[in-house]
């Protein structure tokens, strides 16, 4: 009976958190953008058949900054909710919830560009 308890309770917990993944990635423009990118950035892995740990470092690149994105919309959302009207000190917590997605945006930008410009540019050099 416990057994049976904890898988359900465990796939309950998948389903919320698909849900979840599914509306940041349909409903938040910053997410959809970022989430296009990562459609971007491994249609190019494949294209210009990057290596394993390549693979390893995008992923986790891509990972990284859609989770960032998703507690940032976390913070801003249950912040709106509990303080609908301006405020000095909850705008100074979602522009650092804010600043925590930027930071892993331009990590995830370096990841790229390390990956793909020299490819760009033996591409170029043909």
């Not at 979840?20 to 910053?30: I, K």
């Not at 940032?72 to 301006?86: C, G, L, Q, R, S």
Request: net charge negative; glycine share 8%.
């Amino acid at each position: 009976m416990a057994l049976q308890s904890f898988i359900i309770g465990r796939i309950k917990s998948f389903s919320y958190a698909y849900k979840g993944a599914f509306l940041l990635l349909t409903t938040e423009h910053s997410a959809i953008v970022q989430g296009l990118a990562a459609v971007v950035v491994t249609t190019l892995g494949f294209v210009f058949n990057i290596s394993a740990v390549e693979w390893m470092l995008q992923t986790l690149a891509i990972g990284l900054v859609l989770g960032m994105e998703g507690l940032n919309t976390a913070v801003e959302k249950t912040a709106d909710f509990i303080h609908p009207e301006y405020d000095d000190k909850i705008g100074r917590i979602k522009d650092i919830a804010a600043g925590a997605v930027f930071c892993s945006a331009v990590c995830a930008f370096a990841i790229g560009c390390i990956i793909y410009v020299p490819r760009f540019i033996e591409l170029l050099d043909l």
